[in-house]
């Protein structure tokens, strides 16, 4: 099982980024896919998550109407775009899988992969 992040860099305030998550070494269409990050000094935070069997998507109440997540089941990949970054913002993204038919904050996840760093300057 393998999930990679990628995508994360270095941004001004007010930019976008569009990050992946390609997964391979289990059935993507029966889970569902999260995104968490977590700030230098900080807990990780759940940040959105969508349900691949039939697309429905999460968000937390901090990126709600600011970023965008997506999949694409032939490919086995999931997006997060990322628009109106802010410096809060700032972390290392990851993404996880867990065979999930809706998703909450405090699910536990099966897979994870390594974290993409996401610097949003002010």
């Known amino acids: 099982v393998q999930l990679q992040a990628s995508g994360g860099g270095l941004v001004q305030a007010g930019g976008s980024l569009r990050l992946s998550c390609a997964a391979s070494g289990f059935t993507f269409a029966n889970y569902a896919i999260g995104w968490f990050r977590q700030a230098p000094g900080k807990e990780r935070e759940w940040v959105s998550c969508?349900?691949?069997?039939?697309?429905?998507?999460y968000y937390a109440d901090s990126v709600k109407g600011r970023f965008t997540i997506s999949g694409d089941n032939a490919k086995n990949t999931v997006y997060l775009q990322m628009n109106s970054l802010k410096p809060e913002d700032t972390a290392v993204y990851y993404c996880?899988?867990?065979?999930?038919?809706?998703?909450?904050?405090?699910?536990?996840?099966?897979?994870w992969g390594q974290g993409t760093l996401v610097t949003v300057s002010s």
């Open positions: 969508i349900v691949n069997s039939d697309l429905r998507t």
């Open positions: 996880a899988a867990g065979p999930f038919l809706f998703c909450t904050p405090g699910r536990s996840y099966d897979y």
